[in-house]
């Protein structure tokens, strides 16, 4: 019965957990935001990095840099495909793919374990989009 289990599921069902609780705070953002890339986008990024950065880790521990490497260029062609100009010609969702290749890093550093780093710029992604844009300010200036 026991032959299916590897004794790594506890540790993992943890790191999961983490993702699943910082993907729905950044999700949360974005969503408020209307923008589309919300909450299961953000969980599913995050928790699939941690999932290939985990087997990385403890298929080959000599080299676990060969697979979360692939996970970088491969979640950047996911946020390429977001990215649309209008007819205007304005860029649109570039900021929501950036936010899931930073997903993926935060899955990645639970994934290796690192949860405080992971927490950290989970904040730090909940606060970037928030920053007001200097434009927005210059042409509020400007109509005084």
């Not at 943890?14 to 986008?41: M, Q, Y």
């Amino acid at each position: 019965m026991s032959s299916w289990l590897s004794g790594l599921e506890v540790e993992f069902a943890i790191k999961l957990g983490l993702c699943l609780v910082l993907g729905v705070v950044i999700g949360v953002e974005r969503e408020l935001r209307n923008k589309p890339a919300g909450i299961s986008t953000h969980c599913f990024v995050m928790a699939g990095a941690c999932l290939f950065t985990f087997i990385s880790i403890s298929a080959d521990p000599n080299s676990p840099a060969r697979i979360a490497a692939q996970v970088v260029s491969g979640v950047g062609f996911l946020g390429a495909g977001m990215i649309l100009k209008s007819d205007n010609n304005t860029v649109r969702n570039l900021t929501t793919a950036a936010a899931i290749w930073f997903a993926a890093a935060i899955g990645m550093s639970i994934g290796i374990g690192w949860y405080a780093i992971a927490v950290i710029a989970s904040v730090y992604a909940v606060i970037v989009p928030r920053i007001p844009h200097v434009k927005r300010w210059v042409n509020s200036q400007h109509d005084e």
